[in-house]
């Protein structure tokens, strides 16, 4: 039986893109596989749906705790 793949959630209430270098989310910088995207510097990121290897890259690089896996 497959196992159901994880997905990747931001809580935009501790998301603060504006407390990072240059207004770039440290998960974006962080992901392998280039999961996120942030239209402009100071943007929340958002992750791009079906992509996501499931690493936790993401979770540990948020200093903010903002990223989580479901």
Same mark, same amino acid.
């Given at each position: ?5 994880l997905?990747? @959630?931001?809580?935009? #209430?501790? &998301?603060?893109?504006?407390?990072? =270098?240059?207004?770039? &989310? @440290? @998960?974006?910088?962080? &992901? ?6 942030? #239209?402009?510097? $100071? =943007?929340?990121? $958002?992750?791009?749906?079906?992509? &996501? ?5 993401c ?6 705790? @903002?990223?989580?896996?479901?």
């Open positions: 039986m497959l196992e159901p793949k997905k990747v @959630a931001v809580d935009y #209430e501790k &998301c603060h893109p504006e407390r990072y =270098d240059n207004g770039v &989310c @440290a @998960a974006i910088l962080e &992901c392998p596989v280039n999961l996120w995207k942030q #239209e402009e510097p $100071y =943007d929340s990121p $958002y992750p791009i749906p079906g992509f &996501c290897q499931e690493c936790g890259t979770v540990e690089s948020c200093p903010l705790e @903002a990223i989580r896996m479901l």
